[in-house]
């Protein structure tokens, strides 16, 4: 219907239809009007999926009109006036240096390091091939004849062709490069050329002992690897060699050696010798830079001024210190300029101040004869940070002869944060701190848990100290004899007791002692007698082999009364575990089933009244004894719930006191 309307309403009557000879005519003409305009719209729609665009035929058109500026998106924009600067820029490194870009690009110092790179590596790479010996050893390769069934055709056999250097048998290698003077008139100084530092590659050791190794092989290649540098000869001004020719002897006058001759040395020297002493005359040029005095002459000193003054302070507070006193002390005008000057020659950013924290007065100024002045500095930092600058203060005429023609001032600032900001700093510091410790302490805690289980604790053949009895220290003490009566031993103490003298000490169990005392005796007769009286006691014990110590432990029934009194209270109180655990257990799954139980009742005889938690609690705490062990006879032993883990808990219980008995067994067995 929508087409239909479109139709009448936009296209022209037909006459079919105004005249309305005949009705099937009409018709028909409408159906083929409205097949046209279908095909139609859809011919369009798949030339414009293809890309098929009709140009109009008027003289408008998209190229004669401006584009406007923010007819497309403003990162394109940029993107194109980059472009466009960069031709720019192109096009007059191109015309002053009249080189294309890629040679431009091939002498940067990135390009040169990776060019020697490669040249050493192919000088290495010809001297392995062009080896007598590898190019004896090698042998070509033939790909054998075959019959391609692609094109029924018969391929013949196919030899390599070996590269034109293993050919010859030599190579001519070119060294490329420029020399650093033609280097420097082509891209300025080597300050401007970017980083000369050669690569480690070339510099390493490796490299120098692969290279004395392949030396007779490189020779083969090349006899000799050119210096580039040393290729171009560099002429000097006689004017320069003049100048710089007296180095040497430097002519430096200080404040001490002006002021040291006085009044009264003068008026002495003139009553001694009745002459009149002129007055020095002032020289034509002279500079005071602080303590330091230069007087201008044929030479000039090689000597110069380099200052370095620190300030420190807290954010929005300033501190002013002088810095340099200048005096002149000649005849002429000086002029003075202060030039600054980066701090670090190659990072000019690093350190740079931002907010002007050094305020002085850096203007060109002159000083004329006798004139001096004070240079003071400002130091007024707005945030906690490092600031350094260089200034250098330029004199005409010049009176230094060095590098540096200039005073050098160093200016280093260092703005620290306020104490309240540093402790607050802090405290947040420790807080993190600690909180990172407790959780360390946690997790190595854990993690030593853990490793419990794993450490297995050595084995020690005697865990505890045992004192020796008085037979075991006489059998030890006097080897050969075994005593295993302490009657013995008592008759041995009686012998020494008669023996000894009054302050002298108890006996220690040796038989030598025993022997000395017996010896010391006056009396002939007594030796005699307590000879055989001590020989009578020890004939019962000589002879015998004494009881090793080993068989006294293994032999000894004490360790086995300890091992089961150990044994009966590890299972008495197992025993007893074990009951209260089945208590635990009993009285849990009652509280449970009768809470069930008291629920079905309660819903039964109230209907949704409120209050249920509170007077289920009420009927289980006037549960008695006799009440739950109805319930547990009745109906909780019979629940497999309860029977499975009545049998788990005692499994578990029963293993580990098992182990206990078992380790308590294998100690008291060591032991």
Same mark, same amino acid.
């Given at each position: ?25 009409? #018709? ?92 050493? #590596? ?6 392995? &091939? ?28 196919? #030899? ?54 392949? &030396? ?28 710089? %020719? ?135 930092? #707005? ?88 037979? *075991? ?11 295993? %009566? ?61 009881? *090793? ?27 007893? *575990? ?94």
């Amino acid at each position: 219907m929508a087409l239909n309307s479109f139709i009448n309403e936009f296209s022209p009557p037909s006459s079919a239809t105004l005249e309305q000879p005949d009705l099937t005519l009409g #018709r028909t003409g409408l159906m083929v009007h409205n097949r046209h305009i279908i095909m139609e719209l859809v011919n369009r729609i798949f030339d414009n999926e293809r890309g098929n665009v009709e140009l109009s035929s008027s003289h408008c058109s998209s190229v004669a009109k401006k584009s406007s500026e923010y007819s497309y998106d403003n990162r394109l924009k940029y993107w194109k006036d980059v472009l466009e600067q960069r031709k720019r820029v192109q096009a007059s490194i191109q015309e002053k240096t009249g080189k294309e870009p890629a040679q431009v690009l091939f002498n940067r110092a990135v390009t040169v390091d990776e060019r020697d790179k490669q040249t050493v #590596r192919r000088l290495m790479d010809y001297a392995e &091939r062009l080896n007598p010996l590898t190019i004896m050893h090698r042998r070509e390769r033939v790909l054998p004849e075959y019959f391609d069934c692609s094109t029924c055709q018969q391929v013949q056999e196919l #030899r390599e062709t070996l590269p034109k250097a293993e050919r010859d048998g030599e190579k001519i290698v070119e060294i490329t490069g420029l020399p650093s003077v033609t280097k420097e008139e082509l891209l300025g100084k080597p300050k401007e050329q970017g980083g000369n530092k050669k690569s480690d590659w070339l510099r390493s050791k490796v490299l120098e002992q692969r290279i004395g190794e392949k &030396r007779e092989d490189l020779e083969r290649v090349i006899e000799f690897y050119p210096d580039i540098d040393k290729l171009q000869v560099v002429g000097e001004s006689f004017d320069k060699m003049q100048t710089l %020719r007296h180095n040497a002897d430097i002519l430096y006058v200080g404040e001490e050696q002006i002021h040291k001759i006085s009044q009264d040395s003068i008026c002495e020297q003139n009553m001694q010798t009745g002459a009149v002493v002129e007055q020095p005359s002032q020289p034509d040029c002279g500079v005071r830079i602080n303590e330091h005095v230069f007087l201008l002459s044929e030479k000039r000193s090689a000597k110069y001024v380099e200052l370095e003054v620190r300030f420190e302070c807290e954010p929005f507070e300033k501190v002013v210190k002088r810095v340099l006193h200048l005096e002149n002390l000649g005849k002429k005008v000086l002029s003075f300029e202060w030039v600054h000057r980066p701090y670090y020659d190659k990072n000019s950013n690093l350190l740079k101040g931002c907010d002007d924290e050094f305020i002085f007065e850096n203007k060109p100024f002159r000083l004329i004869s006798g004139e001096y002045m004070d240079v003071v500095v400002q130091f007024q930092p #707005r945030r906690a940070d490092i600031t350094k600058q260089k200034w250098m203060l330029k004199i005409d005429p010049q009176f230094f002869c060095r590098k540096v023609d200039a005073v050098v001032v160093r200016l280093s600032g260092k703005c620290k944060p306020a104490p309240e900001y540093i402790g607050k700093i802090h405290a947040v510091q420790a807080e993190v701190l600690e909180k990172s410790n407790t959780k360390m302490v946690r997790q190595i805690t854990t993690r030593l848990a853990s490793l419990t289980t794993l450490i297995k604790p050595p084995e020690v053949i005697c865990p505890y100290k045992r004192t020796l009895t008085e037979l *075991e220290l006489f059998e030890f003490t006097n080897p050969g004899y075994r005593c295993e %009566r302490y009657h013995d031993i008592q008759l041995l103490k009686e012998l020494h007791q008669r023996l000894k003298k009054p302050r002298e000490p108890a006996w220690d169990l040796n038989i030598e002692t025993l022997k000395a005392l017996v010896l010391r005796q006056e009396s002939a007769d007594k030796r005699a007698l307590y000879f055989n009286e001590m020989i009578s006691i020890l004939d019962q014990m000589r002879g015998k082999p004494p009881i *090793e110590f080993e068989e006294k432990i293994l032999d000894n029934t004490e360790r086995e009364r300890t091992c089961y009194v150990y044994v009966r209270g590890i299972i008495s109180a197992g025993i007893d *575990e074990w009951e209260e655990l089945t208590l635990t257990i009993e009285e849990a799954f009652l509280k449970v089933a009768w809470k069930e139980y008291m629920e079905i009742q309660y819903t039964q005889s109230e209907d949704g009244a409120g209050g249920d938690a509170e007077n289920i609690e009420l009927l289980l705490n006037e549960l008695d004894e006799d009440e739950i062990k109805m319930w547990l006879v009745k109906e909780l032993r019979h629940r497999k719930a309860f029977r499975d883990t009545l049998y788990m808990q005692t499994y578990t219980h029963l293993c580990n006191f098992i182990e206990d008995i078992v380790s308590v067994i294998e100690s008291t067995d060591i032991v």
